[in-house]
């Protein structure tokens, strides 16, 4: 069995492999080559840690497996194993939380790719920390972005990713110093741990992609009803994951603002059965889970 550690994925993977993968990940799943398990959690009796498990299988790629990982006050650790989908052979033991990382990036790069507005050259990131960076990233490797706002409630955290960011892409990402002003941008990305709304929908302006990505727990939220009912479709990842994990999606439609028939998967935008954007105009959303197929497609091209 092979071991992959930390740096091996970082020496390995990068963005734009990641969103490729995951795009013919999509395709397979759409064809009925690949299966998804939504995420179950299992919490210890003194509630400390909290195990997360997601599983897939990828008959493209020839491989089935689980990410596991562990949330608790000291943090997260991450890791994918790998088996052969046709002996069950164990192949790799993957460390990864670098891994999730540009997962996760990758995995709005694919909705940006397929939902945003082809002329979209604005980009604004509410969250300054960890996860917004590939976010970013994954975002200017679809686009043709120009310059980028960032917002979040630190100004030091949020004038060092400007910084960052701006040296890595090499383009103008400077920090807002209002939430409504990030919120102009063509394609927006929200990726903070919020249990209010950070975005609302009165600030979108018409033509507008919003990626959701930070909240996948029903005690987390990040956007208002009335951002979710100013889009014209509404894409997740997973359909039984987002009524699990979504409180962006689930309040809506309690309320009334969302019906079920305008929330699609992901997979069918990619394999074109689909159509999210009709006019310019239209304000389309992707709420992003994570879920375990994205892991073991991108698993699959590190090992």
């Known amino acids: 069995m092979l071991v992959l550690h930390e740096e091996d ?20 799943q759409d064809s009925g080559d690949a299966t998804n398990r939504p995420r179950d959690r299992v919490r210890s009796p003194g509630g400390a840690v909290t195990l997360h498990l997601l599983g897939a299988a990828l ?17 997260a650790r991450f890791m994918v194993v790998l ?12 460390e990864a939380d670098r891994m999730g990382q540009i997962r ?15 002329d979209a050259t604005t980009a604004g990131v509410y969250g ?26 630190d100004p030091q ?19 807002a110093e209002r939430p409504e002003d990030t919120a102009q941008a063509d394609v927006i990305v929200t990726a903070t741990t919020s249990r209010e709304p950070v975005l609302l929908g009165k600030w979108l302006q018409p033509g507008a992609h919003v990626n959701a990505v930070g909240a996948n727990a029903l005690s987390r939220r990040e956007l208002d009803d009335h951002a979710v009912r100013m889009a014209s479709a509404v894409v997740v990842d997973s359909r039984e994951q987002a009524l699990r994990e979504a409180t962006d999606i689930t309040g809506p439609l309690e309320r009334g603002w969302l019906t079920w028939e305008r929330v699609w998967e992901l997979h069918a935008v990619v394999a074109g059965a689909r159509q999210p954007r009709t006019v310019p105009d239209d304000i389309t959303l992707y709420k992003s889970l994570g879920i375990g197929l994205e892991d073991i497609a991108v698993a699959a091209l590190v090992y």
């Open 128 to 153: 300054s920390g960890y996860q917004a960076e590939t976010q970013l990233e994954a975002v200017y490797a679809v686009r043709k972005i120009t310059s980028a706002l960032v917002y979040s409630r």
């Open 59 to 75: 008959e493209t790629a020839g491989v089935i497996g689980f990410k596991a990982y562990t949330s608790s006050r000291q943090g």
């Open 83 to 94: 088996f052969g989908s046709d002996t069950g052979e164990l192949l790799c033991a993957i």
């Open 9 to 28: 994925v970082n020496r390995l993977l990068t963005v734009g492999d990641a969103i490729s993968a995951l795009e013919a990940a999509f395709v397979a």
């Open 104 to 118: 996760t990036g990758a995995a709005t790069g694919v909705a940006t790719k397929y939902m945003a507005r082809d």
């Open 157 to 175: 955290k949020r004038e060092q990713f400007a910084e960052t960011m701006s040296s890595r892409l090499g383009i103008r990402v400077a920090s």
